[in-house]
Nanobody, 114 residues
Framework: QVQLVESGGGLVQAGGSLRLSCAAS????????MGWYRQAPGKQRELLAAITPGSSTNYASSVKGRFTISRDNAKNPVYLQMTSLKHEDTAVYYC????????WGQGTQVTVSS
């Protein structure tokens, strides 16, 4: 059974930083490309950052230069370091193994106060 558990969200002031973590079980993590997504109220879920098994990364233009995705294949988690947070970054953040068609986790709420 696949389980995705995101953590590290919270309330932060604009300009602040947060580090999100995602633990994934039930998948071949070290062989899986992983992505971080977010969904704001009334908006569609969007892909923010992706990382390959070999740690090549890609970012959406909205977060490039501010967010960094990383992974630890030995310990499983995938991280999203978020800096220079803006009010518009407020959303529920999810990790997901790309192209695997599994259920989404609960996500972690990030709220940025302006």
């Amino acid at each position: 059974q696949v389980q995705l558990v995101e953590s590290g969200g919270g309330l932060v002031q604009a300009g602040g930083s947060l580090r999100l973590s995602c633990a994934a079980s039930g998948i071949a993590f070290s062989l899986s490309a992983m992505g971080w997504y977010r969904q704001a109220p009334g908006k569609q879920r969007e892909l923010l950052a992706a990382i390959t098994p070999g740690s090549s990364t890609n970012y959406a233009s909205s977060v490039k230069g501010r967010f960094t995705i990383s992974r630890d294949n030995a310990k499983n988690p995938v991280y999203l370091q978020m800096t220079s947070l803006k009010h518009e970054d407020t959303a529920v953040y999810y990790c997901y193994p790309r192209g695997q068609g599994v259920d989404w986790g609960q996500g972690t709420q990030v709220t940025v106060s302006s």
